[in-house]
């Protein structure tokens, strides 16, 4: 049974993503050729009446499934072979462009074709991504030696010629043209198939340069003389083909002298082959004395030494200069051959030597299945090796980078166009895997779109957004190309007057990514949201970014086998338009009025459907919620004149994160259009309760609901619970709500069994609700803090010393207090926070994001603190 690891995203989303150096291939073959060879080749290297039997192979239904999923045909060979043919008569060109998808370059061996029957190196180029480059065969070379420097030149008359006189001409001429090969920029190595001619045996140069060498040259070459008599020479060719070990020897010894000079590689078939092969001499152990005998030479072993994989991998570990491709396995072999062999080169081999190839030749559809199933056995065989905790996914991800592109292109000297994606970089990708450009347009249409916001959350909890119209959207797409933005960097160093703080420059732009995983209709009828990762323009990680900091967080915690589910609670408080013609700019809105308004009263929704009264709104705001998959658990009043609360379902971080910011934006478009204002101010009514972002939070990997997983969880929060207030408490009216004894989560850092008034709630084993956070907070921040800290109670196993708690902690005497380690309480205010986050060292996050949070923080206290109490509490209602 075949397993795959789909929860392992990242590394899954480096096989899919990475391109593919094709370290070793043959060209294709033209129009014109391809009747004259057999189509069912592609799967084995069977030849003549063996090829008929290779229906009844592993390798060759596995090539029908994989070609008929993509053709769109039955799963027959014969189906397979019609689809094909309607492909090239179609659009040839379109169809190798599918085939050659993922292909970064190809280092092709030309040597192996009939002229004229083949296209060349060169004019692959346009279906790759970055220039192909040639690998010269030398054997090849050697035959043109003899044919065009030899017979050509001296014709009838090397007849008369000794063989010392050949011997030499044909060294010095070789020799000139490897050299000349060595030095082109267009040929990246060199290849042997001296395997095929005698095996890997390869004699010492001295006894290649003797008179059984030369007598085999002259030999080779009287042979390919025809003479016919009474009449000028009738014709040249190689009759005789280069097959004996000393001349053969002689060959490659020149080459890796040659190779050698210009720091090129040398690659060597070994294994696998057809059937002219001698198989038992094909085994690179044979190499292992040239091996030594040239430590500084770099040498390729082709095709996975198959069946010899142990004895390649065994040599390209210890050796230095050796390294090992996985090639021509796929597709010749079965799936289960194909695993066994890129485990076994993965017992010794170091992924550093390891090399990818395909070994297509003529027809390009076995590309296109050479690197399906390489990709495919990769997730496979890594995603084991990942579960067992062998390697953990990052380093999985670095092995994909390195064998399918780093590798070759730092041994062949490459230059490519394209560049390995990084870790966050991977993490859209992943966040993207079932969205290409094509199902992207095909949801838009779904859902009606008339305008695309791509929206992000700033460092002063501000929803920011562009809006773009869809027929810009499908142009891009269209195109091929990404939807991307460029946004200043200042956008993460303004206060909410877009005034810059002094530590941030207007200076630099950041890449927007859209993350299409995240999209979601709403918040109005025509219009569709998704939330966005930011880059540097090179691509590399932006250490300020909000969702990429909380999804290298949540990264860590996969690291240590942990998941977690996450449930917010949306308090708010609605509020009217003000009647009076004559009111100001800031008292445009007015408590609600509402008759006896109180905490779950049905009387809240007493006039649902009467025109102008909120409930009308609160209708069309969870039909907008439901439609945009936000699935909502509870709604009911809340205390305040006009208060109510969404109880949201739970959901992985991100996406929990994501989905409460959506809902804020549902409720503030929805109220708007039906003429009232919703507010998430902490604390507008001074006698009255104020609102939160309560949120619940369960460990919901294996064994998270043990209380020696969570409680040392729940332990780390509670030791770095001063510092990480500064995100959940994040503004200064923040701290007007955390008052005792009103259910608010007051002012002990503590916690409690089904209390409401500790700050951290234990519901059931993991599932613990965290009241000390409201609607200011950016929840990105807010949750990537609370993560942190539990993750670290976790490594360090840090004991939960707090007793649980019963009472109000506000009530207890000092010395009840202590008795249930009660000791610490809650920053009095926001400057104590930050001056708390900044003395917290061991809470573990990023230094350069704390930094950059502090001093924007800073830039809105100055702006804040200078107002008088209403002048503040108004602004903060225009704005949240």
Known sequence: MTLTYSHLKLLNAAIDATPLIDNHAHPLLTPESVSDHPFLSIATEATGDALQDSKKSLSHVRTVKHLAGVLGCEQTWEAVEAAVERKRLESRDAWIKRCFEGIETILIDDGLDVEGQAEAYSWHSQYTKSECKRIVRIETVAADVIVRKLIERDGANLISLDENRIFEDFVNFLWEALVSFAYDRNVVAFKSIVCYRYGLDILPLESAKGSEARRELADIVYKGVKVTPGSPISGFSLQKRIAHPLLNSLIVRLAADAARGAEKPIQFHTGLGDN???????????????????????????????????????????????????????????????????????????????????????????????????????????????????????????????????????????????????????????????????????????????????????????NKCRL??????????????????????????????????????????????????????????????????????????????????????????????????????????????????????????????????????????????????????????????????????????????????????????????????????????????????????????????????????????????????????????????????????????????????????????????????????????????VKAIDGLANPYFAVTALLTAGMDGIQRNAPLTWKDCEGDPARLSAEERAKLGIEKMFPANLREALQALQGDESLGLEPTFVQRYIHSKEGELALLEPMTAEDRRQWIMERY
């Open 276 to 462: 002219d092969i001698t198989l038992a001499k094909s085994s690179p152990s044979h190499l292992q004395n040239f091996i030594r005998e040239n430590p500084d030479l770099k040498i390729v072993l082709l095709h996975a030494g198959y069946p010899w994989t142990r004895e390649t991998a065994y040599l390209a570990a210890m050796y230095p200069n050796v390294y090992a491709d996985i090639g021509e396995v796929f597709p010749c072999i079965s799936r289960q051959g194909q695993e066994s062999v890129l485990r076994e080169m993965l017992e010794v081999c170091p992924w550093s030597k390891i090399l990818c190839s395909t070994d297509g030749h003529g027809f390009p559809e076995m590309y296109l299945t050479a690197i399906t199933q390489l990709r495919s056995v990769l997730k496979t065989v890594l995603g084991e090796l990942v579960e067992t905790q062998q390697l953990d996914e990052k380093q999985a991800v670095q092995l994909v980078q390195d064998i399918l592109f780093s590798n070759s292109k730092k041994l062949y000297n490459l230059e490519t166009k394209s560049d390995l994606l990084n870790l966050s970089q991977l993490a859209i990708t992943a966040s993207n895997t079932n969205w290409n450009n094509h199902t992207i347009v095909q949801k838009l249409q779904s859902l009606n779109a008339k305008y695309l916001r791509v929206s992000w959350h700033d460092y002063t909890s501000s």
């Open 468 to 769: 773009i119209p869809i027929k810009q959207v499908f142009k891009t797409l269209s195109s091929g190309k990404p939807l991307t933005l460029s946004i200043a960097k200042a956008s993460f160093g303004m206060t909410q007057i877009d005034t810059l703080i002094p530590q941030a420059s207007a200076t630099g732009m950041y890449t927007v990514h859209t993350d299409w995983s995240s999209l979601k209709p709403g918040p109005t009828k025509g219009h569709v949201s998704c939330y966005a990762y930011f880059t540097e323009l090179d691509g590399s990680d932006s250490a300020l970014c909000p969702r990429a900091i909380l999804h290298k967080t949540m990264q860590k915690a996969a690291a240590q086998g942990l998941d977690f589910l996450l449930g917010f609670e949306v308090e708010f408080i609605v509020l009217e338009r003000n009647p009076d013609a004559s009111a100001t700019s800031l008292d445009r809105f007015q408590t609600l009025r509402s008759d006896g308004h109180s905490w779950s009263v049905s009387r809240a929704f007493a006039d649902w459907g009467r025109e102008s009264s909120f409930t009308t709104a609160i209708d069309e705001i969870l039909d907008s919620l439901d439609e945009a998959g936000i699935e909502v658990d509870q709604f009911h009043a809340e205390n305040a004149p006009g208060q109510f609360e969404l109880v949201l379902s739970p959901l992985p971080p991100l996406e929990a994160c994501d989905s409460i910011l959506h809902a804020r934006q549902i409720l503030e478009s929805v109220a708007a259009r039906h003429g009232f204002r919703v507010t998430l101010h902490p604390k507008p009514f001074a006698n009255k309760c104020g609102s939160a972002s309560h949120m619940h939070m369960s460990i919901s990997s294996p064994g998270g609901d043990k209380p020696e997983v969570y409680e040392p969880f729940y332990a780390g929060i509670l030791e770095h619970f001063r510092a990480i207030t500064a995100f959940t408490y994040s503004n200064p009216t923040s701290h007007e709500r955390m008052v005792d004894s009103a259910w608010a989560g007051g002012r002990w850092i503590t916690w409690g069994t089904e209390n409401k008034e500790m700050p951290l709630r234990k519901v059931e084993g993991s599932h613990w609700e």
